[in-house]
Nanobody, 112 residues
């Protein structure tokens, strides 16, 4: 199994920003894509953003224009820059690779 470790979550006021990181021991270029998902309390886990090995990105409509996914190949790390945060962004955020492996998640709480 490939280990994925998320970090960077925390408590932030509405309108603020956070940067999440997903680190893996395996080169991120080994995967066709890497992605971020989130689980809002009481709801199912949902797609947030993804980036392919070629650098193409995709976003859920709910975060488009506010969140940016990026990567650092040398550090085997994928990032999620979260801007203009809203209370409805409050969730546990998970990193996922193309093989279906998940990290343990990091909590993001946005206060109003």
């Amino acid at each position: 199994q490939v280990q994925l470790v998320e970090s960077g979550g925390g408590l932030v006021q509405a309108g603020g920003s956070l940067r999440l990181s997903c680190a893996t021991s395996r080169s991120i270029l080994s995967f066709p894509h890497m992605g971020w998902y989130r689980q809002i309390q009481g709801e199912q886990r949902e797609f947030v953003a993804a980036i392919t090995s070629g650098g193409a990105t995709n976003y859920a409509d709910s975060v488009k224009g506010r969140f940016i996914i990026s990567r650092d190949n040398a550090k085997n790390t994928v990032y999620l820059q979260m801007n203009s945060l809203k209370p409805e962004d409050t969730a546990v955020y998970y990193c996922k690779n193309a093989f279906g492996s998940w990290g343990q998640g990091t909590q993001v709480t946005v206060s109003s």
